[in-house]
């Protein structure tokens, strides 16, 4: 006789994660080289991001004319994947770049809703600590159209492949059905085929994008441990005696550069598109088990 039985997953084996950038310069070789530089290569000017794979191994990828949303053409880029010393040979001659999103540390405007500035405010439940509001928290106070200011930190995992789904996951949920994907996907380029490592997800599922729905217009994500921001412009659906009128409408900067430019959903994204549409909510800070941190959180409504 066979016979059948279920089993359980086995649990995912935990890798090491650091939240503090501090930490990780001491503790792990690698942190220090990832990152953005800018210089000339035969003779162009060049932009390369190199992202950590663990165990002295980067993906690096080549923007001719400069970095993404500073100077990249539009062309083609080139990948590859490259041990630490020939990482070093490669960059010494090129200045490592540290960006910061214009709209870093931007005051919230008199008539705006302080969600989260540091400590607990009756617009926001979630866990606080060290000054930060961690992935899992949620707004409670509905709101119609906005516009929506958040600082996110992603944390350092680079025991986890590139564009793995467990490599700093959270999301903006809009109304708890409009996903705008946060994720470490730096060092990625949205053309799946243009990438030198295998991707475990698909391309709209990474950082900037509309869950599953579409990709950013521009690849925006800086290096895991830097501050990043997005500037959310929302417009509701509208409804009709229970009759859709008009689509939820975004425009969305990401470290200041535009990513998606009044973008019209026709349904949620993801789980969110099981759920009915509203022309008021709240917005989720979704938890996926990864240390992803928030600061200076603020909602003006229009």
Known sequence: MLTLGLTSAAPKEEVPTW???KLAQEEHPDFALQGEYTGEIDGSYTGIQVAALDEGKFHL?????GLPGAGWDGSAITASV???????????DMKKIKRKSPTLGKDAPGKALVIFDGKKTSYIEGEISDGLLWAGATTTTPVRDFFMHIEFRLPYK???DLSSQDRGNSGIYVFNNYEIQVLDSF???FDQENNAVDTQSE??????????VKTPDVPMSLPPLTWQTYDIDYTAPRFEEDKKV???RFTVRHNGVIIHDGVELEKGTGGGA????AEEGIILFQGHGNPVAFRNIWLEKK
Do not use: H
């Not at 490259?82 to 010494?92: D, G, T």
């Not at 099981?274 to 549409?277: A, D, H, I, L, T």
């Open 203 to 212: 391309n709209a599922q990474w950082c900037g994008s509309f869950y599953k």
């Open 246 to 248: 008009s689509n939820a």
């Open 61 to 65: 990828l080549e923007y001719q004319g």
């Open 82 to 92: 490259i041990e630490r010393s020939a990482l070093i040979v490669e960059v010494e």
């Open 158 to 160: 680079p025991g986890r």
């Open 187 to 189: 060092g990625l380029d």
């Open 19 to 21: 939240t503090d950038p």
């Open 274 to 277: 099981k759920r009915p549409e």
